[in-house]
């Protein structure tokens, strides 16, 4: 599988090849700048512009990397031949050009030339083990230049993947708060609509009651604000623990299954409709969410009874089983309007059973209304 090129991070290129140009021209001279007892004669001008070939290419080694390695190739055999010097160190630019290719995932006839090119300078030399030698070093430059490519593969492929997991974290935090909005306005909903509809009626009532039974008249109007002080506790809560999300204190608990008969009996108040509560089995501890989620369901259940069912007796049933809970709200109105106006809450029933990996199901039944919802002691697969 052929790997990507790399593409060089530094914002000027020509002018950091251009450093290691000179660096090599540098290292190059030096030796020919200090005198030597076995220096084999004097420089001509053309070995200085030879020797100088051998690194200057290394200017264009990213852009025309291949060019590079021949230009320094022609340039140390005319050196040679010019100076007759096969032990002078000018074969620098070769093995910075050699690893260059490498590093930068040229294509195997690159790799083809160097061999072509080590063949050659063993042909043409006046030293095999001076050539030997220039080649294996020059075979180990690539092979370096190899091993760094592929490391910096792995680590941009590291680096890519950090991305994408910190990426796929930012689209989990965006989908839990949208859940958590989403779970939000259940609740205020529920909350709302439970309290305001409880008002509603009992202040429509308020007159017919004083006309009528003036000693129940009371009765009405402290059901109307025990409805309305029901509903701030809870929005307290609510806010409260969205004020206090890092706060490490104590949090208002939110209502659980154990509240349902205080929730039965506040609605029992309103006028004309009678609530009772049934409890079957043996009561176990449910998960967290799924306490909250059954008296939401059931305040829920109620409120759409109180709005549009038309009903006068309402029945709430806790059934406890082996595998979970069975909340039964059943009521004997005609429930012809609950579809219209009811539809935003039972659709909370429903993803509130499904968040807790239970169902529900409502509607029409023979003689009433009825709103059913199954909630396990466990999700299957979740941890117990």
């Not at 190899?146 to 997991?165: K, S, V």
């Not at 007159?207 to 009405?220: H, K, S």
Request: proline share 5%.
């Amino acid at each position: 599988m052929r790997l990507p090129s790399i593409r060089p991070r530094v914002a000027e290129p020509y002018l950091a090849d251009t450093v290691v140009a000179l660096m090599v021209l540098a290292v190059i001279y030096a030796p020919f700048l200090l005198p030597r007892a076995n220096q084999p004669g004097p420089f001509s001008v053309w070995a200085w512009i030879f020797a100088a070939g051998t690194a200057l290419p290394l200017i264009w080694r990213r852009r025309f990397p291949l060019a590079c390695l021949l230009a320094i190739f022609v340039a140390m055999l005319c050196y040679n031949q010019v100076r007759n010097a096969a032990s002078e160190p000018i074969g620098w630019g070769m093995l910075v050009a050699a690893y260059s290719i490498a590093w930068g995932g040229r294509r195997v006839r690159e790799a083809a030339v160097l061999l072509v090119i080590g063949a050659v300078a063993i042909a043409l030399s006046r030293s095999l083990t001076t050539s030997v030698i220039g080649v294996l070093t020059t075979t180990g430059a690539y092979v370096l230049g190899l091993l760094a490519r592929h490391r910096e593969i792995r680590l941009q492929a590291l680096a890519h993947r950090a991305g994408e997991m910190e990426r796929e974290r930012e689209l989990d935090l965006a989908r839990a708060a949208t859940a958590e909005r989403a779970r939000i306005a259940r609740d205020m909903h529920d909350i709302l609509a439970h309290a305001v509809s409880i008002m509603v009626v009992q202040a429509e009532a308020g007159p017919v009651v004083v006309r009528a039974n003036p000693d129940r008249a009371e009765q009405a109007f402290d059901a109307i604000a025990e409805a309305g002080r029901d509903a701030m506790v809870q929005l307290r809560r609510m806010l409260g623990v969205l004020k206090e999300e890092h706060d490490t204190g104590s949090r208002a608990p939110q209502p659980t299954v154990a509240d349902v008969p205080a929730l039965v009996e506040q609605v029992d108040g309103t006028p004309g409709l009678r609530v009772g509560l049934r409890v079957a089995g043996e009561v176990r501890p449910l998960p967290a969410d799924a306490e909250v989620a059954a008296y939401r369901i059931v305040q829920e259940a109620l409120t759409n009874t109180v709005k549009h069912a038309g009903a006068s007796r309402v029945t709430v049933s806790l059934d406890w089983s082996d595998t979970g809970l069975e909340v039964t709200v059943s009521d004997n109105g005609d429930g012809g309007g609950k579809t219209a106006g009811a539809g935003h809450g039972l659709i909370g029933i429903r993803e509130r059973a499904a968040a807790c990996g239970g169902t529900a199901e409502a509607g029409p039944v023979r003689g009433g209304y009825r709103v059913t919802a199954t909630l396990p002691y466990a999700q299957v697969g979740a941890p117990v």
